[in-house]
């Protein structure tokens, strides 16, 4: 008897393509922005143009040659080529690309049925379980690792805005992101995307996009999409602290707690309100909002979701029909003037569409810094784009209306600041 992953190894490797991106570049001279050349010889300083390349993974999920990515693999890419595992290359378009989720949809150019991975249901991806990584790690050619399932259900992981992983100790490197992580059906369970490294080499925490999500923004690329829309609930959410847990009773702290309900919306329609706590969907479980953000967007719009809901000491059942996300509103962006320390700063009020831009929670609110302008009292305070004001003088600031409020009252003896950056609190005071 011969224990060997062979025979799974040859069923589901030839759905496994390696993705040629590149991209035409255009150097800067050295000398550009120096004032004795730029008098000679004008401002045109920029040298030839350059190609400059990257290396990633895919898999074919359709006969028709469709293949799934990762986004920053693709990212900015003028010419795209597929190589198969037989050496064949193609060309290829991009039908549909996501940087929330770091998904990209690619077609083959060619008519031809291609090998296939199937879709596997992640949901049923149980922590023990054996699994294969397939990709190209370091260009070295189309390379196989094994492991386990580490952890299911990762959040707060930081890779995109849609946090929710399935963690492998699996050998992933750079070549490996979108690539195969596949169970021992030699079904597609995940597209492997990342991994936790000081060196830039595998140390056996990788994470990979689980398939049904995958298998969301495939379905709209097939239907045409050019984007990959989230399922509008009407409702925002925070999670639940071990205090919060204890004062509802909870015997472990879980669930999305619902912070604020749009009027009209689903979350409305359905009678949720402020103070109650969904902690399941469609009998699965709720840990925290990104897990019912990732639950709701493999669903998909128009769809109706059973949430579990607890209001007071009571858990009733709710159903929601997820709708279409509005129009969003185009936050608007002022400049900070006058005889202050953050005099040349940008700033805008924070929404859910450019909490996704600066790459902040979902749930984060307030003031965030759009630019700052050189040479000016807020450069000077190594303000930072991206940072988010969240005091000044002790007044707390929630929107842009507030912070020009509290630095017209005059100026200040002493000015107190509070900032996040990346997280970490970080205050300043000025005489």
Known sequence: ???????????????????????????????????????????????????????????IVDPSGIVVTNNHV?????????????????????????????LAVLKIDAKEAFPTLAFGNSDDVEVGDLVLAIGNPFGVGQTVTNGIVSAQSRTRVGISDFDFFIQTDAAINPGNSGGALIDMRGQLIGINTAIYSRSGGSIGIGFAIPSNMVRAVVETAKKGGKNFERPFIGATFQSVTPDVAESLGLPQPYGALITAVTDGGPAAKAGLKVGDLVLSMDGVRVDNPDVLAYRTSTVGIGNIVKLNVLSGSQQREVQVTLARPPEPVAAKTQIIEGENPLAGAE????????????????????????????????????????????????????????????????????????????GAIIRQYIR
Not at 86 to 101: C, P
Not at 350 to 376: A, H, I, K
């Open 74 to 102: 693709i990212r900015d890419a003028d010419d795209i080529k597929i190589a198969l595992s037989d050496g064949r290359e193609f060309e290829s378009r991009i039908l549909l690309k996501d940087e929330a989720t770091d």
């Open 347 to 422: 700033i805008t009020d924070l929404t859910p569409e450019n909490t996704r831009q600066f790459r902040l929670p979902r749930t984060t609110r307030g003031v965030v810094v759009t630019g700052v302008y050189r040479n000016s009292p807020a450069m000077r305070l190594n303000l930072r784009k991206g940072d988010i004001i969240r005091r000044v003088n002790g007044v707390e600031i929630k929107t842009a209306g507030d912070l020009t409020e509290v630095l017209s009252a005059g100026t200040s003896l002493l000015w107190r600041f509070e900032f996040e950056r990346n």
């Open 1 to 59: 008897m011969q224990l060997s992953f062979a025979p799974l190894v040859k069923a589901t490797a030839p759905a496994v393509v390696n993705v040629y991106a590149a991209r035409q570049v255009t150097t800067r001279s050295p000398f550009a922005g120096d004032p004795f050349f730029e008098q000679f010889f004008g401002r045109q300083f920029s040298g030839p143009p350059r190609i400059q390349s990257s290396l990633g993974s895919g898999v």
